[in-house]
């Protein structure tokens, strides 16, 4: 059974870091697509960040690009989101997910329905 179980979530101020966790078990994360994703209420399914774990590529959001890190720990089996520089409209849950195969633009890393197992959430929210 594939669980992904994210961690790291809470309330920071503008301008502050949060890294989020997401830790696998059931399936390997090396040589996969590991993506992050949020969901404001209301709004479709956002992709933020992918990497992929065989050959380390990154992928980010417009939105993100640097100011987010994604990055793998394959010992681990788990992936994390590096959050810095943090803006109130960062405010949201954001969710792990896990696809197999290519992790790339062609591929359509952001796109929400292409992945196939994904984690509760966890809550971020940033105040002004």
């Known amino acids: 059974q594939v669980q992904l179980v994210e961690s790291g979530g809470g309330s920071v101020q503008a301008g502050g870091s949060l890294r989020l966790s997401c830790a696998v078990s059931?399936?390997?994360?090396?040589?996969?697509?590991m993506g992050w994703f949020r969901q404001v209420p209301g709004k479709e399914r956002e992709g933020v960040a992918a990497i992929q774990t065989g050959g380390g590529s990154t992928f980010y959001a417009d939105s993100v690009r640097g100011r987010f890190t994604i990055s793998q720990d394959n010992a681990k089996n788990t992936v994390y989101l590096q959050m810095d520089s943090l803006k109130p409209e960062d405010t949201t849950v954001y969710y792990c997910a896990a696809r197999r195969g290519a992790c790339t633009v062609v591929a359509g890393w952001w796109v929400a329905v292409s992945y196939n197992y994904w984690g509760q959430g966890t809550q971020v929210t940033v105040s002004s």
């Open positions: 059931g399936y390997t994360v090396s040589r996969n697509c």
